[in-house]
């Protein structure tokens, strides 16, 4: 005979709670990056900013909605790194933690760029905001797969 099956102990649920919170953060940072992305290339094809001595150079938000959008959106996904790296260091999952600490600074190194980009209007920047994207979104999605597989080892 088998027993009937038991609930788990309180700290196991919380855990486990705190591990799904962690999954969900984890997967809606990566859709705001995405989100994020589309932005940052309609900003690309069908904005034009002034060059530097114009009124308006280096304005984010008189430069068109796709650009105030873009970075309202870049600093929405500062907030949401940070929400990120609070959940992982709650749930005491160290990948996600160093997962998400990597996140937070590649997500930095694209609001610096970008805002490089919007004074200088130079390709270099546009690379960098491209490439911490890029790690930012690596980051991320390494991380969702570290909090997803934990939850078998909890």
């Not at 962690?22 to 069908?46: C, E, K, T, W």
């Not at 909605?65 to 749930?91: D, E, M, Q």
Request: charged share 5%; aromatic share 8%; with cysteine.
């Amino acid at each position: 005979m088998t027993s009937p099956p038991t609930a788990a102990p309180p700290a196991t649920q919380k855990i486990q709670s705190r591990q799904a919170g962690l999954r969900q953060a984890s997967l809606a940072i990566l859709i705001l990056l995405i989100a994020q992305f589309g932005l940052g290339m309609g900003v690309n094809l069908y904005v034009t900013l002034p060059t530097a001595g114009h009124p308006g150079h280096g304005s984010i938000f008189n430069n068109g909605v796709l650009l105030a959008l873009h970075a309202t959106l870049g600093l929405l996904l500062l907030l949401s790194a940070i929400f990120v790296l609070v959940r992982a260091i709650r749930a005491r999952n160290a990948a996600v933690i160093f997962t998400s600490v990597a996140g937070l600074v590649a997500i930095l190194g694209a609001v610096f760029f970008g805002s490089m980009f919007t004074d200088k209007l130079t390709d270099g920047y546009s690379l960098g905001m491209a490439l911490a994207f890029a790690a930012a979104l690596a980051c991320y999605a390494v991380g969702l797969y570290a909090a997803s597989t934990r939850r078998g080892s909890s």
